[in-house]
């Protein structure tokens, strides 16, 4: 049972003037809540001067995403529209929500943090590296092998391990329509394959529900 008292909390709006937890990405002075025309944003406090802004969200005032420089921010567009071209357009290859599935085990973030708003420009030419390897058709099948046998392998074992390795195993063979005395090896597996393995992975650690 939620407790209202935290509900109440986290609906009321921020106060204009409130400092945002980072410093602004352009200069390092505090950027605070403030309001416009067009709605409700952070900006520096050494406004005219220094003019980096910050998305608020308009109902709560909470920051959306980390404030990034320009070029930073510029690097989230490029990687955002690779992206995007995953699940829409001409080269799209599926549907909305496997793909950010996809964006959190092929980046191996938490749920929280597989957003791309949040990236640093590591982090978003790695995207854009991962997608034009993803849509690539002619792809090397020991390379789709080796980043397939990481997925798997991240499943049950490492840090964020969610099942033990037989499960995982059954999983795999259940995933490619292969019965269970059926041996699951990765040296026969083909680029078809490595996909669905991967698709499977993220929804065994991800759930089939998860919205971004
Ligand atoms: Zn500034």
Same mark, same amino acid.
Not at 179 to 205: G, P
């Given at each position: ?35 416009? /025309? ?15 802004? &910050?998305?608020? &969200? ?11 420089? /320009? ?10 529209? =690779?992206? #995007? ?34 990236? #640093? ?21 020991? #390379? ?16 964020? /391990? ?39 992975? =993220? ?10």
């Amino acid at each position: 049972m939620p407790n209202m008292h935290t509900i109440e909390t986290s609906m009321t709006m921020k106060p204009l003037g409130s400092i945002l937890e980072h410093e602004c990405p352009d200069c390092g002075s505090v950027m605070v809540l403030k309001t416009s /025309k067009y709605g409700i944003f952070y900006g520096c406090v050494r406004y005219p001067s220094c003019e980096a802004a &910050h998305g608020a &969200h308009r109902e709560t005032g909470e920051p959306l995403g980390v404030p990034a420089a /320009k070029k930073t921010k510029e690097w989230r567009i490029r990687a955002h529209n =690779a992206f #995007d071209g995953l699940w829409k357009g001409d080269s799209r290859c599926m549907p909305r929500r496997k793909a950010y599935r996809w964006l959190q085990t092929a980046m191996n973030l938490d749920h929280e943090d597989a957003h791309i708003g949040r990236f #640093d420009i590591d982090q978003c030419q790695i995207v854009i590296d991962m997608v034009s390897y993803w849509t690539k058709k002619n792809g090397s099948p020991d #390379d789709w092998r080796n980043v397939t046998k990481d997925n798997f392998d991240s499943l049950w074992s490492g840090s964020v /391990k969610v099942m033990s390795r037989k499960k995982a195993i059954t999983a795999m063979k259940h995933a490619l329509g292969r019965v269970k005395k059926d041996s699951f090896d990765f040296e026969r597996l083909d680029i078809l394959d490595c996909k669905k393995v991967i698709l499977r992975v =993220a929804e065994l650690r991800y759930g089939t529900d998860s919205e971004l």
